[in-house]
Protein backbone atom coordinates (compact mmCIF):
# COMPACT_ATOMS: atom_id res chain seq x y z
CA UNK A 1 0.00 0.00 0.00
CA UNK A 2 1.08 3.26 -0.83
CA UNK A 3 -1.56 5.61 0.36
CA UNK A 4 -2.08 7.41 3.87
CA UNK A 5 -2.53 5.81 6.92
CA UNK A 6 -5.16 7.79 10.19
CA UNK A 7 -4.38 7.06 13.16
CA UNK A 8 -7.12 8.37 15.36
CA UNK A 9 -8.07 8.76 18.99
CA UNK A 10 -10.68 9.75 21.97
CA UNK A 11 -8.43 9.92 25.23
CA UNK A 12 -9.09 12.58 27.94
CA UNK A 13 -5.82 12.66 29.98
CA UNK A 14 -3.29 11.66 27.20
CA UNK A 15 -2.63 8.52 27.80
CA UNK A 16 -4.23 7.11 24.61
CA UNK A 17 -2.69 10.06 22.76
CA UNK A 18 0.74 8.54 23.69
CA UNK A 19 0.02 4.73 22.54
CA UNK A 20 -1.48 6.47 18.81
CA UNK A 21 1.43 8.41 18.21
CA UNK A 22 3.27 5.34 19.48
CA UNK A 23 1.63 3.20 16.70
CA UNK A 24 2.18 6.74 13.73
CA UNK A 25 6.35 6.21 14.97
CA UNK A 26 6.33 2.63 14.10
CA UNK A 27 4.01 2.96 10.70
CA UNK A 28 5.95 5.57 9.85
CA UNK A 29 9.57 3.59 10.49
CA UNK A 30 7.92 1.06 8.39
CA UNK A 31 7.74 2.67 5.19
CA UNK A 32 4.15 4.25 5.49
CA UNK A 33 2.62 7.62 5.43
CA UNK A 34 0.92 8.40 8.60
CA UNK A 35 -1.05 11.16 9.61
CA UNK A 36 -1.94 10.97 13.72
CA UNK A 37 -5.21 13.82 14.92
CA UNK A 38 -7.36 13.21 17.85
CA UNK A 39 -10.65 11.99 16.82
CA UNK A 40 -12.67 15.24 17.45
CA UNK A 41 -10.60 16.60 14.84
CA UNK A 42 -10.87 14.62 11.82
CA UNK A 43 -13.60 16.11 9.14
CA UNK A 44 -13.29 13.16 6.63
CA UNK A 45 -11.56 10.02 6.02
CA UNK A 46 -11.87 10.03 2.63
CA UNK A 47 -8.19 11.15 2.11
CA UNK A 48 -6.84 7.52 4.09
CA UNK A 49 -6.44 4.45 2.49
CA UNK A 50 -6.48 3.32 6.22
CA UNK A 51 -7.42 3.95 9.67
CA UNK A 52 -6.48 2.97 13.24
CA UNK A 53 -8.75 4.00 15.43
CA UNK A 54 -7.87 4.16 19.55
CA UNK A 55 -10.01 5.05 22.69
CA UNK A 56 -9.45 5.76 26.00
CA UNK A 57 -11.64 3.09 28.46
CA UNK A 58 -14.27 4.65 30.97
CA UNK A 59 -16.50 3.00 33.19
CA UNK A 60 -16.94 -0.10 30.54
CA UNK A 61 -17.19 2.26 27.64
CA UNK A 62 -14.74 3.81 24.68
CA UNK A 63 -14.06 7.43 25.30
CA UNK A 64 -16.71 9.57 23.43
CA UNK A 65 -14.68 10.74 20.96
CA UNK A 66 -14.03 7.45 19.28
CA UNK A 67 -17.31 6.36 19.23
CA UNK A 68 -18.56 9.62 17.71
CA UNK A 69 -15.83 9.27 15.16
CA UNK A 70 -16.60 5.72 13.94
CA UNK A 71 -20.29 6.56 14.16
CA UNK A 72 -19.73 9.18 11.96
CA UNK A 73 -17.43 7.60 9.47
CA UNK A 74 -19.26 4.55 9.36
CA UNK A 75 -19.72 4.23 5.25
CA UNK A 76 -16.28 5.41 4.73
CA UNK A 77 -14.78 2.95 7.13
CA UNK A 78 -16.51 -0.02 6.13
CA UNK A 79 -14.76 0.51 2.50
CA UNK A 80 -11.13 0.85 4.10
CA UNK A 81 -8.93 -1.37 6.44
CA UNK A 82 -9.79 -0.41 9.86
CA UNK A 83 -7.45 -1.40 13.04
CA UNK A 84 -8.97 -0.34 16.58
CA UNK A 85 -6.90 -0.08 20.20
CA UNK A 86 -8.45 0.50 23.74
CA UNK A 87 -6.37 1.40 26.39
CA UNK A 88 -7.43 1.79 30.13
CA UNK A 89 -6.80 -1.08 32.79
CA UNK A 90 -4.90 0.30 35.57
CA UNK A 91 -2.85 -2.58 36.10
CA UNK A 92 -0.80 -5.09 34.58
CA UNK A 93 -4.13 -7.42 33.18
CA UNK A 94 -3.42 -6.04 29.32
CA UNK A 95 -0.02 -7.45 29.84
CA UNK A 96 -0.45 -10.68 30.96
CA UNK A 97 -3.91 -11.57 28.60
CA UNK A 98 -6.01 -10.42 25.96
CA UNK A 99 -9.05 -8.70 26.70
CA UNK A 100 -11.24 -8.25 24.56
CA UNK A 101 -13.07 -5.15 23.13
CA UNK A 102 -16.41 -3.63 25.27
CA UNK A 103 -19.66 -4.64 23.72
CA UNK A 104 -19.78 -1.46 21.91
CA UNK A 105 -16.29 -2.01 20.19
CA UNK A 106 -17.10 -5.65 19.72
CA UNK A 107 -20.24 -3.89 17.87
CA UNK A 108 -18.61 -1.86 15.55
CA UNK A 109 -16.12 -4.10 14.98
CA UNK A 110 -18.40 -6.69 13.18
CA UNK A 111 -20.35 -3.42 11.23
CA UNK A 112 -16.93 -2.63 10.12
CA UNK A 113 -15.20 -5.69 9.47
CA UNK A 114 -12.20 -4.39 11.70
CA UNK A 115 -9.40 -6.29 10.53
CA UNK A 116 -7.95 -6.57 14.77
CA UNK A 117 -8.37 -5.04 17.92
CA UNK A 118 -5.99 -4.78 21.09
CA UNK A 119 -6.15 -3.48 24.74
CA UNK A 120 -3.31 -2.11 26.19
CA UNK A 121 -2.71 -0.90 29.68
CA UNK A 122 -3.44 2.92 30.12
CA UNK A 123 -2.24 6.01 32.48
CA UNK A 124 -3.13 7.99 35.42
CA UNK A 125 -1.14 10.43 36.68
CA UNK A 126 -1.12 13.51 39.38
CA UNK A 127 -3.08 15.91 37.53
CA UNK A 128 -5.43 13.88 35.72
CA UNK A 129 -9.07 15.54 34.63
CA UNK A 130 -12.34 14.26 36.37
CA UNK A 131 -13.51 13.49 39.59
CA UNK A 132 -13.84 9.74 38.77
CA UNK A 133 -9.63 9.99 38.02
CA UNK A 134 -9.15 12.11 41.55
CA UNK A 135 -10.90 8.94 43.31
CA UNK A 136 -8.61 6.56 41.59
CA UNK A 137 -5.70 8.71 42.20
CA UNK A 138 -6.20 9.05 46.23
CA UNK A 139 -6.92 5.38 46.68
CA UNK A 140 -3.40 4.96 45.08
CA UNK A 141 -4.66 3.04 42.25
CA UNK A 142 -2.80 5.95 38.93
CA UNK A 143 0.43 5.06 37.68
CA UNK A 144 1.36 4.01 33.95
CA UNK A 145 0.85 0.79 32.89
CA UNK A 146 1.13 0.81 28.74
CA UNK A 147 3.27 -1.09 27.83
CA UNK A 148 5.26 -0.02 25.09
CA UNK A 149 6.94 -3.26 23.44
CA UNK A 150 3.38 -4.44 22.77
CA UNK A 151 2.25 -1.38 21.64
CA UNK A 152 5.03 -1.54 18.68
CA UNK A 153 4.78 -5.40 18.28
CA UNK A 154 1.36 -4.76 17.63
CA UNK A 155 1.84 -1.90 15.19
CA UNK A 156 4.29 -3.73 13.27
CA UNK A 157 1.62 -6.61 12.31
CA UNK A 158 -0.63 -3.54 11.26
CA UNK A 159 2.11 -1.96 9.16
CA UNK A 160 2.98 -5.91 7.12
CA UNK A 161 -0.70 -6.45 6.86
CA UNK A 162 -0.78 -3.01 4.71
CA UNK A 163 2.44 -3.21 2.81
CA UNK A 164 1.05 -6.84 1.95
CA UNK A 165 -1.89 -4.99 0.17
Known sequence: MTGTVLVTYGTTNGSTAGIAEAVADVLRKEG???ESLPARSVASVT?????VVGGGLYAGRWHKDARRFVRRHRAQLAERPVWFFSSGPL???ASERDI???RGVQRAM??????DHVTFGGRLEEGA????AGMILRSGKGGDFRDFS???AWAEGVAQALTRR
Open 32 to 34: LTV
Open 47 to 51: PYDAV
Open 91 to 93: DAS
Open 100 to 102: PPV
Open 110 to 115: IRLDVQ
Open 129 to 132: KGRV
Open 150 to 152: AIE
